[in-house]
Nanobody, 119 residues
């Protein structure tokens, strides 16, 4: 079955950067669309970014220009480079994978990694 393992979260000051990684297994990675979502305390999970197998990307308005999603098919890994972090970016970040559907629909999820941005 598909397994997704996120890493790279942590505590960072506002204005700082982090790079999240998501290692995937149990799938033909190069054929999957990959996404990042986040969930802040007391809020619903929200879309952050996605990248298709052909490396078309899409971002939430709140992260455009600050976050970059990329993938390395040789390593079965998707990344989320987060720059100019703000306290409102604090959340658990989840990696997701799917083969069909829209940028916002996924059927495989990781366990999440915590990102905390201090002011």
């Amino acid at each position: 079955q598909v397994q997704l393992v996120e890493s790279g979260g942590g505590l960072v000051q506002a204005g700082g950067s982090l790079r999240l990684s998501c290692a995937a297994s149990g799938l033909t990675f190069s054929t999957y669309r990959m996404g990042w979502f986040r969930q802040a305390p007391g809020k619903e999970r929200e879309f952050v970014a996605a990248i298709t197998w052909s490396e078309i990307t899409r971002y939430a308005e709140s992260v455009k220009g600050r976050f970059t999603i990329s993938r390395d098919n040789a390593k079965n890994t998707v990344y989320l480079q987060m720059n100019s972090l703000k306290p409102e970016d604090t959340a658990v970040y989840y990696c997701a994978a799917d083969r069909v559907g829209s940028f916002y629909e996924y059927d495989s999820w990781g366990q999440g990694t915590q990102v905390t941005v201090s002011s």
